[in-house]
């Protein structure tokens, strides 16, 4: 079998006349960290997307695992294990991170929502949402308000509400936006050290980030993608340095 879980073939979007990016060819490996940068407006975002059937391109495909998704749905794309991080909306601000983890693992495993069920017969999925929930740091806020906490954790327990679905591919766009540079690498250490082994696609524009938690980087520049390689391969990327780290 192969080492590609996701592969894009002449991915196209374009939104009337903007073409954001046009025949895109990418590949994440089973396992790896990989990070997608690119000026802003060159796409990262509607890439994630576009790769999650929250929109449909224009042309060209989706596999996963081999598969053609293209014309999947976002849901079942998430059932079939392609996973972007929650928002955290208003329902879940006024949810404690318990409720949130148990309706997630709920919504995995097909069981009714937890509010319709007798507390007895969730048993496995309230031991496995404490233990998600110690194995991030986040057990004492475990019946907080979620509003309530600080915004580092919120942005921390959007990631636990979607490595919770046990994803084939997780999909973080800015995981970090809006925290401190000190905090960002905290939760970029966090997802490391506690995901390790997730196949992982994130957006980010730390270049500190990308360089240090990423094991390989697409870079997202003029509707193509410039180049992929390792960290240092990038970073000594002629075309990439002109183009886009500006030295
Ligand atoms: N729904 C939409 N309708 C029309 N144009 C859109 C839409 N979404 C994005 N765009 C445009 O598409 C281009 C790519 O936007 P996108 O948000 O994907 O960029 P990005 O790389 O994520 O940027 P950033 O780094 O600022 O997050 C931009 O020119 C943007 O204005
Ligand atoms: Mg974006």
Same mark, same amino acid.
């Given at each position: 079998m192969s080492d590609v879980v996701l592969q894009t073939r002449g991915l196209s979007m374009a939104f009337g006349g903007l073409k954001v990016f046009n025949g895109l060819e990418f590949a994440l490996q089973r396992g790896e960290r990989h990070a997608v940068i690119g000026p802003n407006g060159a796409g990262k975002s509607t890439f994630v997307a576009v790769v999650t059937g929250l929109l449909s391109p224009t042309a060209g495909k989706v596999f996963l695992d081999g598969r053609d998704v293209t014309r999947t749905s976002a849901r079942d794309r998430v059932k079939a294990g392609i996973v972007r991080t929650f928002q955290i909306n208003t329902l879940f601000a006024s949810l404690t991170p318990l409720e949130s983890v148990l309706i997630a693992l709920s919504q995995r495993d097909g069981v009714a929502r937890p509010s319709l069920r007798p507390l007895k017969s969730l048993k496995p999925q309230i031991e496995e949402a404490d233990a998600l929930l110690h194995k991030f740091g986040l057990a004492d806020d475990a019946t907080a308000l979620t509003q309530a906490l600080p915004y580092g954790k919120q942005r921390l327990l959007e990631v636990v509400l979607a490595f919770a679905l046990r994803p084939r591919v997780l999909l973080l766009d800015?995981? *970090? *936006?809006?925290?401190?540079t000190h905090q960002g690498q905290e939760l970029f250490e966090q997802l490391a050290t506690l995901t390790d082994g997730t196949t992982m696609l994130f957006v980010e524009h730390d270049m500190n980030i990308v360089f240090r938690y990423a094991q390989r980087v697409s870079v997202l520049a003029g509707g193509s993608v410039l180049a992929t390689g390792t960290p240092e391969e990038i970073r000594s990327h002629d075309g990439v340095k002109g183009a886009y780290l500006g030295h």
């Open positions: 800015e995981p *970090a *936006a809006g925290l401190s």
